[in-house]
């Protein structure tokens, strides 16, 4: 109990040295860092902290949707879970008393129940699909129950999709509708490990909105979603469908370019930088034009056995080049060049 309000004491203590609001997510995030009960978040928050990047809302907003809010993820599956588990026993119960041998259905519900202590998403869905096809099939064989059976084929199709939305939202940043980081550490380990398999390069880009805390200070926060949103799409306007866009962490973004060089990868983020150069930020309410946003954007390509947190970093490095030769530039790993607006 002391701990615990030592923990919550510290929590309240950081959030106002930072500067922030007291809210209940970001007094969930600090109170989590304060108990170590997520090791990851605390060595992310360490590493902002040593390079000297501003923690920003946006930022620690990313960061309680990346390593806190997963939770909500987890309840709804559980409850999902839950009602599929009550519609099968329902059905079990219909099936006995109609004389049917519900033997697979019980195979089917033997398996679910045993995955309910620790519910997972992608299991959860493919026991829905195979309840979904094995109802099916009953259907076929026995039509004085389809009636009866035919709600349960809709509720499952229900549920499915259901899972599908949760699905969705596990893996998208809310914001601005590109994949999360979550998805991202997911899609960089798929990319690399086709790219050893095929002899095909990976490129990384990492992104980062200049001067973002100052536009955000000065206009708002609601601006500077909006500022967010315009980058994201115009991200997302520039790469083909074989590239992953990610929001990063508040203001930065991540592109993972598989079957590209260096010399491919910086023709792609050019054409990022000079898209979003050329336009212009306006707060519509007040019909004012706010100026232009600028990027900077460092170039890496994944080398041979390489863990991906290195790949990451040669990126990252190639970032701040670009922050410190002057924004608004790509620059590639080991390269002094850049290339300027």
Known sequence: MERASLWAEQAMARIAAEGLLPTPPQFALWYTYYSQHEPDLNREIDHLSAIGKPLTPACLDALWERFIGFSRERQVVRDTGERIQGALEQLLDLLRSAGVDGNRYATALQQFSGRLDKPELEPLRSLVNVIATETKLVIQRNH???????????????????????????????????????????ALHEAVSGGALTGQPVCLLMIDIDHFKKFNDSYGHSVGDHVLVLVARTIRECIDGTATAARYGGEEFAVILPNHGLTGALIVAERIRMATASKRVVNRSRNQTLGTITLSIGVAQFAPDELTSAFIDRADRALYAAKQDGRNRVVAENDTRTRTG
Do not use: K, W, Y
């Open 144 to 186: 004085a129950l389809e009636v009866r059976m035919q709600s349960t084929v809709t509720q499952m199709q229900e549920l499915r999709r259901d899972l599908d939305g949760v699905r969705q939202e596990a893996v998208t940043d809310a914001l601005t509708g590109l994949f999360n980081r979550r998805r991202f550490d997911a």
